[in-house]
């Protein structure tokens, strides 16, 4: 049989590739938190529903991406595409829409059926936050804040450019659509059969098309600007002076749109041109109308996605692997002092191992593969006397330590 490989766009995360990920995962959480945001966990799968009804039945997510199937007893469900639906279930589910506002933060693997290439998969990973409850431009800013707080904690923030735009209310897309298809009917022939067939169904996603043949037409697309009604461009306005707040420089881009059709107002992108075509790391917006859709009251919300696996290949330097202290005694009459020691220095907070047999030569080789920072050397003469040896595998550098000051030293 030939050997079994993981399923196409999926990988397995080992060795510097997990520490990487948990590094991106780690600080988020912590960064997270210090906004005020709490983690929430929502499951992997949900009835279809939650997805096809919310992001939009024209959605590229939706039409061609999501991960659906029927179970045993011919319910539909869908692996999560994003955690933004889940969260807003959740919300509804828990009778939490009373109690605003919810901010939470959320880790973990999102599936999209996607052409797998560097920085895009088939299961990849997402860190998220929602802050849901306040209509106010600030919250957009705040939002937004944390997530430059993100990227600044994880060594990245010079790599990556905050792109802000606004897709307006209902009463501006609306216009801003009519000018969009005027625009893009009149340059049909030029653009992707995915770009014309979304020209009748979904014009404003055009702008996110990632088509060569349809960047220069977009390039000349009409800026959703001129079509703001007046309490739309106040709104922009109030998130513009609270980025300047928070001391977040952006950039105003009018190409920017979500992929997703629950968002109005704010939208935002951190961007790169170190990773190539996958150059978003972090993307969000406003989506006041997404608890409604979901059967809950009307309920502002704003928030923002990143793709782990993308902060993970900028961060600069790899995460080590914690330090090991190996264990060697040196006699059989020596093992089970051994274990007393390797178990206290275990409950003392440190990776301490121990091989279950062999000659001291074998184990210090051992300690050396697995790049052991100190070796505890239990000798017949130093036991006698209470005291191991202690060796510096760094620097080779040896002593004899007093069992009692064994932990200080090692910390
Ligand atoms: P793209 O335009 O790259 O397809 P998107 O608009 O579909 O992205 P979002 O739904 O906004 O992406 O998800 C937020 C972030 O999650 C993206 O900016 C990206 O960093 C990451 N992401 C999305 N899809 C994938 C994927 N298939 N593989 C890896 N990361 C992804
Ligand atoms: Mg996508």
Not at 82 to 94: D, F, I, W
Not at 211 to 223: F, K, N, R, T, Y
Not at 359 to 365: F, L
Not at 381 to 388: D, I, N, Q, T, Y
Request: charged fraction near 25%; charge should be neutral.
């Amino acid at each position: 049989m030939t050997p079994l490989q993981p399923a196409r766009g999926t990988k397995d995360l080992i060795g510097e590739e997990l520490r990487r990920h948990r590094r991106v995962i780690e600080t988020a959480r912590r960064i997270a938190e210090t906004f005020g945001f709490e983690e929430w966990a929502t499951p992997v799968f949900e009835d279809t529903r939650v997805f096809s009804r919310t992001l939009g039945e024209t959605s590229d997510v939706v039409t061609k991406e999501m991960y659906s199937f029927t179970d045993r007893s011919g319910e539909s469900l869908t692996l999560r595409p994003e955690a933004t639906a889940g969260v807003c279930r959740a919300l509804v589910s828990n009778g939490l829409t009373q109690s605003l506002p919810q901010k939470i933060f959320y880790a973990g693997p999102m599936f999209r059926y996607e052409r797998p290439q560097k920085g895009r998969y088939r299961q990849f990973h997402q860190i998220d936050i929602e802050l849901i409850g306040p209509a106010h431009p600030m919250a957009d800013a705040d939002v937004i804040a944390c997530g430059h707080a993100v990227l600044e904690a994880l060594g990245v923030g010079g790599d990556v450019t905050l792109e802000i735009n606004t897709l307006g209310d209902a009463e501006s897309r609306a216009a801003w659509r009519g000018a969009l298809v005027d625009y893009f009917a009149a340059h049909r022939v030029g653009l992707s059969p995915d770009s014309r067939a979304r020209l009748e169904r979904n014009p404003l996603r055009i702008l996110d098309s990632k088509e060569h043949a349809d960047q220069p037409i977009i390039a000349g697309a009409p800026a959703i600007g001129p079509y703001l009604t007046q309490a739309a461009a106040l709104f922009y306005a109030g998130v513009k002076e609270g980025l300047a707040r928070f001391g977040v420089p952006f950039r105003e881009n009018p190409r920017i749109v979500r992929g997703l059709d629950y968002y109005g107002h704010t939208a935002f992108e951190f961007v790169t041109t170190t990773l190539g075509a996958q150059g978003t790391v972090m993307a969000g917006g406003r989506y006041d109308g997404l608890v409604a859709e979901m059967g809950g009251p009307p309920t502002p919300a704003v928030g923002w996605a990143a793709g782990i696996e993308r902060l993970a290949m900028l961060l600069s330097e790899a995460p080590k692997a914690v330090a090991a202290v190996v264990v060697v005694p040196v006699s059989p009459a020596l093992e089970e002092a051994a274990v007393q020691i390797l178990q206290r220095l275990r409950r003392a907070g440190i990776r301490a191992e121990m091989e279950y047999a062999g000659t001291v030569r074998r184990r210090m080789e051992r300690a050396n593969r697995i790049g052991a920072r100190a070796a505890v050397i239990l000798g017949e003469e130093e036991a006698g006397r209470g005291s191991v040896q202690l060796k510096d595998l760094v620097s080779g550098a040896q002593a004899e330590v007093p069992e009692a000051d064994l932990i200080t030293r090692l910390a």
